[in-house]
């Protein structure tokens, strides 16, 4: 049982409080079957717990433990994430139109078939994420590290992206036709079939990017520094 002590009930708040306490998928039905109102869960540990196919929209996670925690098919629809620990978290399959993640650690977290509408990342760690085959329309991401993330025929088309760190990451096939780069790095990112044209690259790191990679940049601009980057690969020097 969640400790009374600790739940907020107050009919005039907007919402039920939780704090500290590590909670069972068995509690966590319950505070939802007895709820009337979205829940604010606080310092909460649900790490390595099942939730899968639970409703929890609009409700708000702050400061929690959600590490090995499975979301399959759950709905998180308007929910709130504020500086929370999550790494090889599952969000498969699950409906997160209008959520918004803050600060947090979501490394090695699956986001694969996930509904992704109008959602935000800002601040956060993703090294490692797997966004495959989601619905991302309105997917938005602000100053996060996407090291290593599988973003395999995400469309950012004429978003601005700012202080993205695609090191490494799988962006096959991606369109980022017409989008500004403000700040951010493509350094060792895989871009076959990637299409950049129109795209403002000049602030963002090219390293390791190969002359035969050239090619995907038709239409795109770039500073001189960067091509003479990508020249100083056929061994030219530019003056």
Not at 5 to 21: F, G, I, P, Q, R
Not at 71 to 86: D, P, V
Not at 222 to 230: D, K, R, W
Request: with cysteine; proline share 1%.
């Amino acid at each position: 049982m969640v400790s009374t002590e600790k739940l907020d009930t107050d009919s005039t708040a907007d919402m039920l409080h939780v704090a500290a306490e590590r909670l069972s998928r068995t509690q966590m039905q319950d505070l939802i079957a007895a709820a009337y109102k979205p829940i604010r869960f606080e310092d909460c540990d649900f790490e390595g717990e099942d939730l899968s196919r639970l409703d929890l929209s609009r409700c708000e996670f702050q400061r929690c433990s959600i590490a090995d925690t499975s979301f399959f098919a759950a709905l998180l629809i308007q929910t709130r994430w504020q500086s929370c620990r999550g790494r090889e978290a599952n969000f498969e399959a699950a409906e997160l139109t209008d959520a918004a993640f803050k600060s947090c650690d979501l490394n090695n977290t699956s986001w694969r078939r996930a509904k992704l509408p109008a959602v935000s990342f800002d601040s956060c760690k993703l090294t490692g994420a797997n966004f495959e085959e989601c619905a991302a329309l309105g997917l938005s991401f602000v100053d996060s590290l996407l090291i290593c993330a599988h973003l395999r025929g995400m469309s950012f088309r004429k978003a601005r992206l700012q202080r993205l760190d695609f090191s490494e990451a799988d962006l096959s096939g991606t369109d980022f036709r017409d989008v500004v780069f403000a700040g951010g790095s493509l350094r060792d990112a895989r871009l076959k079939g990637a299409r950049f044209h129109g795209a403002d690259l000049r602030d963002a790191d090219l390293g390791g990017l190969k002359l035969v990679d050239a090619a995907l940049f038709k239409g795109a601009l770039i500073s001189t520094e960067q091509a003479a980057m990508l020249l100083g690969e056929l061994g030219i020097s530019v003056a």
